[in-house]
């Protein structure tokens, strides 16, 4: 006797709502063609584009195929799940140069476990339905393209910043990934743009955004505060600014941003040492107080060096102080000659200032506070 086919329109409905009930903020489902982002990712490596990210070098025909990380690989289980801490002080953090800026989604836990472990129980949940089914659970953790595989399972759309960007929910939101080898119905790919908005381009203090859909990660001050292992080009570091660890600015500057919710994570909260933290208490720490008050944070991934280097670049781009330069002056010797060249140059900047205010930073901070999400 044959056995009946399995409903697989009840059991993506079932997918989804399980879904939803691990908290996760939305889902949707792929298929696995990404033929069409192959020829992109290699125009965009030949431009050299990804930096010192080897990595995303490795696998270029993985990437675009899914179907290699889990063979036989039908669909992708894609979710979302938003990030955006209360209060975050967007401008207020901007404006107070004396603080140190840490990107929204860094505050609080670090998110790859959280999600991983989420995507493990759906799995679970999808092979109580079918014993058959084979899955694997992924959170920037392969080479996956992971916006476009969300945008084509109806998450949103990827805006002119590179982001993934929905009506609703903005861009404050990580994504995550469950491969499955069952032939369920797939979504249909999210036709939302950006139309003529460009707020994005001409908001990057650095100029990272060199044309829509296309960064240039050597200039992207996310990747030289976090993916960089050397010295931040000496051009670039005025625009860092108070920036420490990572940049949000593309994303502030974005009108669908206004609209986007508030995490319903608790986890995803700044944490009290990190929250309107002065550059120079941050300064003070040695390395096994950040490794305990980074520990289960992304920021810790960056190290100590990475973390005293990007200090040294905010604390010489702050208004200009006896305490800064003798804070500085004390900090020469205490880690390697790489941050010692980013101290003498902060030294050599304070000595230096008075600084004209950035008016692309200026006009940012006016743009933003027109119109932020609550309890920004």
């Not at 709502?17 to 696995?32: N, P, Q, R």
């Not at 207020?92 to 860094?106: D, F, G, P, T, V």
């Not at 609703?168 to 032939?183: H, K, M, N, R, T």
Request: aromatic share 8%; glycine share 6%; net charge neutral.
């Amino acid at each position: 006797m044959t056995a009946p086919t399995p409903d697989w329109d009840a059991i993506a409905t079932r997918i989804k709502a399980k879904a939803l009930d691990l908290g996760f903020s939305a889902v949707g489902i792929a298929d696995i063609d990404l033929s069409e982002e192959a020829p992109r990712l290699e125009a965009w490596l030949a431009q050299n584009y990804h930096g010192e990210m080897d990595y995303m070098a490795r696998n270029v025909a993985m990437r675009s195929a899914p179907d290699q990380l889990l063979p036989g690989t039908l669909r992708v289980v894609c979710v979302a799940l938003d990030y955006l801490p209360p209060d975050a002080g967007f401008a207020r953090n901007l404006k107070a140069e004396e603080q140190a800026y840490i990107s929204r989604y860094a505050g609080g836990r670090d998110y790859h476990k959280l999600m991983r472990n989420r995507l493990k129980k759906l799995g679970d949940a999808i092979k109580a339905e079918a014993a058959e089914c084979q899955f694997r659970p992924f959170v920037d953790s392969a080479p996956l393209l992971e916006r476009p595989l969300a945008r084509n399972a109806g998450l949103g759309w990827v805006g002119k910043h590179s982001l993934l960007l929905n009506r609703q929910a903005g861009s404050w939101f990580f994504l995550g990934e469950l491969l499955v080898d069952l032939p369920l119905p797939v979504d249909t790919p999210h036709s939302g743009d950006c139309g003529s908005c460009t707020a994005c381009l001409t908001a990057c203090p650095t100029g990272a955004i060199v044309a829509p859909y296309v960064v240039d990660s050597r200039r992207c001050i996310s990747y030289l505060t976090i993916e960089a292992d050397g010295p931040i080009p000496e051009a670039l570091r005025p625009a860092l600014g108070n920036r420490i660890y990572g940049c949000d600015d593309c994303q502030l500057i974005c009108p669908w941003n206004r609209v986007a919710p508030l995490t319903q994570e608790s986890d995803f909260h700044t944490r009290a040492p990190l929250k309107g933290a002065n550059l120079l208490t941050l300064w003070q720490w040695d390395e096994a107080t950040f490794l305990k008050q980074t520990e289960g944070s992304p920021i810790r991934r960056i190290g100590f060096a990475r973390w005293q280097r990007n200090l040294a670049v905010a604390l010489g781009n702050a208004p200009a102080s006896d305490a800064v330069l003798s804070a500085l002056t004390q900090g020469l010797g205490r880690v390697n000659a790489m941050v010692d060249e980013h101290i003498q140059w902060a030294i050599a900047r304070q000595q230096s200032q008075a600084q004209p205010a950035d008016r692309r930073q200026q006009r940012l901070i006016r743009s933003i506070e027109k119109g932020l999400p609550r309890d920004a």
